[in-house]
C-alpha cells in the first residue's frame, strides 16, 4: 500500500513538471563550440535570426529518418521561410570516422540550410539528446520553447505548426521590456 501510495506521489510530480506551461519550460541555447562544414569554429550562441524562430535539427548521414525528415523539409522550406521568416540549422553528429561524408552529402542533397558538425557530441551532450533526429524550436530570444525525438511521415507537419504557435503567441502577447 505505501508502496502505491510513494508511486502515484512521484507520478503526480512527474506529470505537474511535464505539464508546465511553454514559458515555463523555455531555456536558453547552451553555449558550445562546433564547426562549420568548411572547418571554421562556431559559438553556439552566436546562432541568430533577427529576433525570428529558429529550428535546431540534430541529425546524422547514418540516420535513415534523420535524411527522410530532412528531405521532407527540404521540399517545403521555402515557403516556411516565406510564411514564418524560421531559420532551420542543422547540426551533424556524425564522429570524427564519418564527419567527412557531410559535407559532400549535405551538398548532393542540396539542403541549403545553415550546417555545422558537433563531432565530439559537446552540443549533443549539452542539449540532452540521445538519438537523432532530435529537432528544437527557439523563438526569437533563443529559449528552447518546443522539441521533438524522431521522424515519422508528417511529422514536418507538427513542426511547421509549433513554429506558427510560437509567432500567433508573439504577436499576441508584447515583449515585455525592463
Known amino acids: ?3 502505491n501510495i510513494l508511486l502515484m506521489v512521484l507520478l503526480s510530480i512527474l506529470l505537474s513538471v511535464f505539464n508546465l506551461s511553454a514559458q515555463e519550460q523555455a531555456r536558453m541555447l547552451p553555449s558550445v563550440n562546433v564547426k562549420t562544414l568548411t572547418g571554421e569554429i562556431f559559438n553556439t550562441e552566436n546562432f541568430s535570426n533577427d529576433g525570428k524562430p ?5 541529425w546524422a548521414t547514418w540516420c535513415k529518418p534523420c ?3 530532412l528531405t521532407a523539409i527540404h521540399e517545403e522550406y521555402a515557403d516556411w521561410q516565406k ?3 524560421v531559420k532551420l540549422i542543422t547540426i551533424s553528429i556524425d564522429d570524427a570516422r564519418t564527419m567527412n561524408r557531410v559535407a559532400p552529402f549535405v551538398n548532393g542533397k542540396g539542403w541549403n540550410y545553415e550546417n555545422y558538425l558537433d563531432a565530439n557530441g559537446d552540443f549533443k551532450r549539452a542539449m540532452n539528446v ?3 533526429p532530435h ?3 527557439l523563438n526569437g530570444k533563443g529559449e528552447i520553447v518546443w522539441q521533438h525525438v524522431g521522424f515519422t511521415e508528417g511529422s514536418q507537419e507538427e513542426l511547421i505548426a509549433a513554429v506558427r504557435s510560437l509567432l500567433e503567441k508573439n504577436i ?3 515583449v515585455k521590456t525592463n
Open 54 to 58: 529558429i529550428i535546431i535539427d540534430f
Open 83 to 85: 510564411e514564418t521568416g
Open 67 to 69: 535524411i527522410e525528415e
Open 1 to 3: 500500500m505505501k508502496k
Open 172 to 174: 499576441a502577447e508584447p
Open 135 to 137: 529537432t528544437f524550436v
Open 130 to 132: 540521445n538519438m537523432p
